[in-house]
Antibody, heavy 117, light 107 residues
């Protein structure tokens, strides 16, 4: 069965960086892109960007353009999202999701990133 | 960016009720509108894609309709497990954008 398993919760200080991983299984990794979405506490969903698992092409939301890097490792079927220069308002649950033509059909369990001094 | 306006932001209903949630977009998106359900502490789950297509495994009491800029999600007869937050999302153009959510609560 399709699974996306994310890395564990992180606590970071303002100004630091965080790298969240998303390991896929149950399908051919390079067939689908991976989208990253975040959700601040008690808030809605925010699209951060997308990476093609096949060729590594990326499309970032302009809001995160200068601070985010999305990569993937096809040998381990893992996608990564790194966010730099963290601020307190980056405190959120970060989700990866499989990007299908029909929508975001499979999601990881989420990774809580807490930014606090 | 395409703005997504969901209404209502919250809704109280009873088991067995029929409910409708509306999503309006700031520009036309053809049929590229998806609906997600999110239960507390869980990741979102895709319910409806391309306005009206039911994702595999989703019960038929969920349905979607609309086109252009106005879309609806209807739950025909609420079950206890349907009390959750619902989000619309446009997949017409990046950045993909979500509605603000509709929290469906038990009356």
């Amino acid at each position: 069965q399709v699974q996306l398993v994310q890395s564990g919760a992180e606590v970071k200080k303002p100004g630091a960086s965080v790298k969240v991983s998303c390991q896929a299984s149950g399908y051919t990794f390079t067939t689908y892109g991976i989208t990253w979405v975040r959700q601040a506490p008690g808030q809605g969903l925010e699209w951060m960007g997308w990476i093609s698992a096949d060729n590594g092409n990326i499309n970032y939301a302009q809001k995160f353009q200068v601070r985010v890097t999305m990569t993937r490792d096809t040998s381990t079927s893992t996608a990564y999202m790194e966010l730099r220069s963290l601020r307190s308002d980056d405190t959120a649950i970060y989700y990866c999701a499989r990007n299908e033509s029909s929508g975001l059909g499979y999601w990881g369990q989420g990774t809580l990133v807490t930014v606090s001094s | 960016d395409i703005q997504m306006t969901q209404s209502p932001s919250s809704l109280s209903a009873s088991v067995g009720d029929r409910v409708t949630i509306t999503c309006r977009t700031s520009q036309t998106i053809s049929i590229y509108l998806n609906w997600y359900q999110q239960r507390p502490g869980k990741a979102p789950k895709l319910l409806i894609y391309s306005t009206s297509s039911l994702q595999s495994g989703v019960p038929s009491r969920f349905s979607g309709s609309g086109s252009g800029t106005d879309f609806t999600l209807t739950i025909s007869s609420l079950l206890p497990e349907d009390f959750a937050t619902y989000y619309c999302q446009q997949s017409y153009i990046t950045p993909l954008t979500f509605g603000g959510g509709t929290k469906l609560e038990i009356k």
